[in-house]
């Protein structure tokens, strides 16, 4: 018979979010956890950032940075990537008419438009892949997507007011804090301070089980976002 342990090793993100999920249904279900919920919803908006920066930060641990070298499969993802985009912009000039085609190809827009997901390291380490190059490449389409974000989203929803050099580097800004403050702290771990980062990366898994406790968050994030969503059920889906 499986044990407890052994099954959560096993179904780790499929816990993770069936956690996140009902534990937000629960408050929201439950009237009398509406104090506790109002207590502990700003600390979860404050600590998140801080879960992701100790995720990357152990795996960063890990990285080789003799061996984040470029490689010509990244330029060519980075390619592809701008190509769609593009592409999505046009289609959504064409659509300008029809509220609900310019909402779903907005939706695909910014998922294409996003830079390879910070978790990307972390599920490559788990599974036994190139995590240097991994790194270098989320480096990369970071950077690439915060050139291509101020340009092309103000071209589709015009009077924001900001422009495209004041949106880049708000963009920087967070990056600099969820991704390349991690990324000089592993460096300067592995360097000066051996004997810590060799305890850091004894731990199995660590990084992996860190992130699955924030897909929880996220998980409890975006059922909020999908109750109390006015758009329309097939918007949604």
């Not at 380490?125 to 997507?145: E, H, P, R, Y």
């Amino acid at each position: 018979m499986i044990s407890i342990k052994q099954f959560l090793k096993d179904w780790t993100l499929p816990v993770a979010i069936a956690t996140g999920s009902l534990v937000y249904l629960l408050f929201y279900w439950v009237p009398q956890l509406e104090g506790a919920a109002n207590f502990f919803g700003p600390i979860i908006d404050t600590i998140f950032p801080m879960m992701v920066f100790c995720t990357l930060f152990s795996t960063f641990c890990r990285v080789d940075f003799h061996q984040m070298r470029p490689h010509r499969w990244q330029f060519g993802v980075l390619l592809t990537q701008l190509l769609l985009v593009a592409l999505n912009v046009w289609i959504i000039f064409c659509v300008e008419g029809n509220l609900w085609q310019k909402i779903l190809w907005e939706s695909v827009l910014t998922c294409i438009i996003g830079p390879a997901a910070t978790a990307a390291p972390v599920v490559t380490a788990k599974i036994g892949g190139n995590i240097n190059t991994m790194t270098a490449f989320v480096v990369l389409s970071s950077f690439a997507s915060a050139l291509m974000i101020p340009a092309v989203f103000p071209l589709l929803e015009r009077g924001a007011g900001l422009g495209f050099w004041q949106v880049f580097l708000i963009i920087l800004q967070k990056l600099a804090l969820v991704l390349v403050l991690p990324l000089l702290l592993g460096w300067w771990v592995q360097h000066y301070a051996k004997r810590f980062c060799a305890w850091l990366v004894s731990i199995p898994d660590l990084s992996f089980y860190l992130w699955s406790a924030q897909l929880a968050v996220t998980s409890g994030v975006t059922v909020r976002n999908i109750v109390h969503s006015d758009a329309a059920l097939r918007t949604l889906s």
